[in-house]
């Protein structure tokens, strides 16, 4: 099969129907290490799909998760997903992964469980793809009555998309860029007229002959409805009724409590070359050591295989200072659920334009008039005029004469040209599989028995994480009650107790945290492993167990009597 059929996203971006076929294929052609489950479903009737690789899928171990689109718009991660979750594929098959990758490496991903989620906000993003809005998460808004005038978005001229709408106006913020036509640039105060104010393309519900704000959007943010540190309307925008409200935010918070086991969660938007870690909440000072000695080991791998810098989300991506995102999915899994996480803004615009790294990094976003006629121009040199679209007039039922147009953001803004989705996919999947790699792995190591007469035994076991992350992973959810210690067992009638509690073990790594400097390079003790022992009677065989539904169990057959 010709690679631009067999592999559709890395060359396109991709409606509901042909995800779920490529899903369904996968699984089909590979049913030991691949099936799909439905973690929920839309008010539209889409199932909320996702992909489980690896081979016993029901045994529980370490997992991680890589999820995308739960902004509407930002259609690029579900590519990156889709890829990421092929090159999964090829590893559990005995493949090496992709070129140059660490052996150590595919060999610790062969016993990770892996949860692909490539489209969170179905709905929305088939609103986008089919009927051209703009959509930010999902393309509904409670209702509860409301009578306030209000603006709602939609295709007026049927063109197949949903864009802006100007109108002349002497109190207008907008003039057209002299450089290039169509162009509306912010407002100073020596530009000659004539002056716009522009309107999202839609008309007003309740309209009373005055225009309400257009900047005020009632619908539910998908990334703003989970419930860690959630605020409601209007301290936090697209905050939802309350935390899990919408059926898509509350069918991952019920999927990830069914999986104490996830250790490691990246989450792809766009757009804006930029990982963005926790702790959203709080200055980096105030997070627990370790923590963000792991999160500054997952920013260098990140920025070594993409060029995309790690940030704080409260230090350099907050829109005001200080005022940080609430209720958001990624603080979520690494607050409430102790798993590593992070969110990966897809496609570098800024460094297509030319701009200069900023800090923080939230300042790339306010565009100067000079970089927005350097996006005019690339878009006309590089994206095909995706962007800019000619102004054509439109007689609008309530405001009367004027112009749709301008900026489409979808591709190019929103997500990259499609020419562009290959590269974009092969750059990110090392450092996922990288992140895949650092999971805690319990082990049990060969046994010592000794006949101590009377028909009983003596039998020594070590319990060891052989994994880089400890078994309670994040320090942050270390006395969560889903992370529970490590409990070993065996199957025989004893002298003394069958179950043993081990405690938490330590992992091997330590994040970048300054060790291996020249003037300290000193190991640590046995924290990462517990020596067990139990007297038990009888002959034959006995089954150790050891683990903790955080990361698994582990057995080991041991002793064949005398």
């Known amino acids: 099969m010709h690679e631009a059929s067999a592999r559709p996203w890395r060359h396109d971006y991709l409606r ?45 171990r370490p997992a991680m998760v890589v999820s995308a689109n739960i902004h509407a718009s930002e259609l690029a991660g579900s590519s990156v997903a889709l890829a990421f979750a092929e090159s999964v594929l090829g590893i559990h098959g005995g493949g090496p992964g992709p070129d140059g990758m660490p052996q150590p490496i595919a060999e610790a991903l062969r016993d990770v469980r892996v949860f692909v989620i490539p489209r969170i906000s179905p709905d929305g993003a088939e609103s986008v793809l089919t009927d051209g809005a703009y959509v930010r998460s999902v393309p509904r808004a409670p209702d509860h009555g409301r009578q306030a005038p209000r603006w709602v978005r939609s295709d007026m001229t049927g063109d197949g998309r949903c864009r802006v709408m100007r109108v002349v106006d002497p109190n207008g913020q907008m003039v057209e860029s002299p450089e290039v036509a169509g162009l509306l640039l912010p407002r100073r105060i020596d530009d000659p007229p004539p002056y716009y104010t522009v309107y999202p393309e839609g008309y007003i519900e309740h309209f009373d002959g005055a225009v309400p704000d257009p900047a005020v959007d009632t619908r539910v943010d998908l990334n703003r409805n989970f419930p860690w540190s959630w605020k409601p309307e209007p301290d936090q925008g697209g905050a939802g009724d309350w935390p899990g409200s919408a059926p898509e935010s509350r069918a991952l918070l019920e999927f990830a409590a069914a999986h104490p086991e996830i250790f490691a969660w990246v989450d792809f938007h766009t757009y804006g070359g930029v990982a963005i870690r926790p702790d959203g909440m709080q200055p980096d000072r105030k997070m627990k050591a370790f923590d963000l000695a792991v999160f500054r080991q997952l920013g260098e791998w990140v920025e070594a295989e993409t060029g995309y810098p790690m940030v704080s989300g409260f230090e350099e991506f907050t829109y005001r200072p200080d005022v940080p995102i609430h209720g958001d999915l990624i603080g979520y899994a690494y607050s409430q659920r102790g798993a590593f996480a992070y969110v990966v803004e897809l496609h570098d615009l800024f460094a297509r334009l030319g701009v200069e790294r900023k800090k923080p990094f939230i300042d790339h976003y306010r565009f100067s008039r000079d970089q927005m006629v350097a996006l005019a121009r690339w878009d006309a040199e590089h994206n095909a005029g995706r962007i800019m679209r000619p102004w054509v007039p439109f007689e609008h039922p309530q405001l009367g004469p004027v112009e749709v147009g301008g900026v489409d953001v979808v591709i190019g803004i929103r997500n990259p040209p499609p020419d562009q989705l290959p590269g974009l996919c092969d750059a990110q999947i090392r450092p996922l599989l990288r992140l895949g790699a650092i999971g805690p792995r319990p082990v049990l190591d060969a046994p010592e028995i000794r006949d ?28 969560r009650p889903h992370n529970e210690p490590l409990w070993a067992e065996v199957d025989a009638e004893t002298v003394g107790p069958r179950r043993i509690e081990v405690g938490h073990l330590r992992g091997w790594g330590r994040g970048l945290d300054g060790a291996g400097a020249l003037t300290w390079i000193e190991g640590r003790g046995h924290g990462d492993r517990r020596r067990l022992r139990w007297v038990v009677s009888g002959a034959g065989p006995v089954t150790v167990r050891a683990g903790s539904p955080r990361v698994g169990w582990v057995e080991r057959r041991v002793g064949e009597g005398p």
């Not at 042909?18 to 008010?43: D, F, M, S």
């Not at 009983?456 to 270390?478: C, D, K, S």
């Open 16 to 60: 509901y129907d042909a995800i779920r076929a490529q899903l369904e294929a996968w699984a089909a052609a590979h049913p030991k290490r691949a099936r799909v489950t439905r973690l929920g479903r839309t008010p539209e009737g889409r199932d909320i799909l996702c992909l489980d690789l690896g081979p016993e899928p029901d045994r529980i």
């Open 452 to 479: 101590l007469g009377d028909g009983l035994r003596a039998i020594e076991i070590t319990v060891r994480n052989a994994g880089y992350l400890p078994t309670y992973v994040a320090e942050v959810a270390r006395e």
